[in-house]
């Protein structure tokens, strides 16, 4: 029984030891793929118009949001600089106690 052991035990370290090898010789491959990949012009152009139409529809989103919550919370008004302010009148919640 422990020669069946001692063979089972040597055959996985070599299989582990030339895995090994093969994995990273493997990995820097694609590395180094992945780096052409990522520094070729046309990609990095791709990449550029990609960022920027999604900062666009980031915006418009963003708009359309203050635009709805504006538009859904009473008091709620756009004061011309970029930011809110209410009409001053205060209400009620029921999520604590009330203060004037």
Known sequence: MGKYRFSFMAGLATG???GTRAGKERYEQI??????FAENPT????AGAVQAQATGLASTA????SDGVRERVPGLRHNGHGSHES???RS???AGPEQD
Request: charged share 20%.
């Open 16 to 18: 582990y030891v030339l």
């Open 31 to 36: 590395k180094k793929a992945a780096r052409s």
């Open 43 to 46: 990609v990095q152009q791709a």
């Open 62 to 65: 963003g708009t359309k949001i």
């Open 87 to 89: 009409n001053g009148k």
């Open 92 to 94: 009620y919640t029921g």
